[in-house]
């Protein structure tokens, strides 16, 4: 989807090691989110941001960590994988009315 | 707890005919109801939305219906095509603040040639 990038596409990891998903995005939005998609779960939001160096929590954060160092950035980290956190991770831009997602990130955790 | 029920989890159509998907909220303060699409191996995109102080929203052959009285709201689409295939997801907010949608579980739609 145009003006937002979600990187890596795809990941597979072992339980207990760390990695960072990036989204980054160039239309010049204020807000960032991190959502996970699930079967059966629709979209859950994890974290998001109003704005560069603010962050808050979404439905299900525990697990994640995220940081907003620059505007169009937002990183979602994992400390220490665990396999219920095999996902879909969609990055989304937006304030009032329609968010606009990235084309979302595979995880898979071992 | 999941706020917007959303049914049915599949739907298969024959071209040409009518889908339609519905939504339960329980929520009374929320206000705004969009509908998103999905494609396989892409974002939800925005597809449509209403406000509760109308009843029913038309976007060529989207419609969205919606009863306040009984918390309810759904998706028709009409003459449905094989391109209309996707994941369909309703969701609802208080005001449109994108980081207060609740999402509903998402339904498989599958238009047959």
């Known amino acids: 989807n145009a003006g937002v990038t979600q990187t890596p596409k795809f990941r597979v990891l072992k339980t207990g090691q760390s990695m960072t998903l990036l989204c980054a995005q160039d239309m010049n939005h204020e807000y960032m989110y991190w959502y996970r998609q699930d079967p059966g779960m629709g979209l859950r939001l994890i974290h998001y941001?109003?704005?560069?160096?603010?962050?808050a929590k979404g439905e299900v954060p525990d697990g994640y960590n995220v940081s907003r160092l620059k505007k169009q950035n937002f990183l979602l980290g994992l400390e220490s994988a665990a396999p219920s956190q095999t996902s879909v991770y969609f990055c989304?831009?937006?304030?009032?009315?329609?968010?606009?997602f990235g084309e979302g990130s595979r995880l898979t955790v071992l | 707890q999941q706020q917007v029920k959303q049914s049915p989890q599949s739907l298969i159509v024959q071209k040409g005919g009518i889908s339609i998907i519905n939504c339960a909220y329980e929520?009374?303060?929320?206000?705004?109801f969009p509908w998103y699409q999905q494609f396989p191996g892409k974002g939800p995109a925005l597809l449509i939305a209403i406000r509760p102080d109308v009843s029913e929203k038309k976007e060529g052959r989207f419609t969205i219906s919606f009863n306040k009285s009984a918390k309810q709201f759904s998706l028709h689409i009409m003459d449905s095509q094989p391109g209309d295939s996707a994941t369909y997801f309703c969701a609802a907010s208080m005001g449109t603040a994108a980081r207060q949608l609740t999402f509903g579980s998402g339904t498989q739609l599958t238009v047959l040639p």
């Open positions: 989304a831009i937006g304030d009032t009315g329609e968010l606009f």
């Open positions: 929520n009374t303060a929320f206000d705004y």
């Open positions: 941001s109003v704005g560069e160096g603010t962050t």
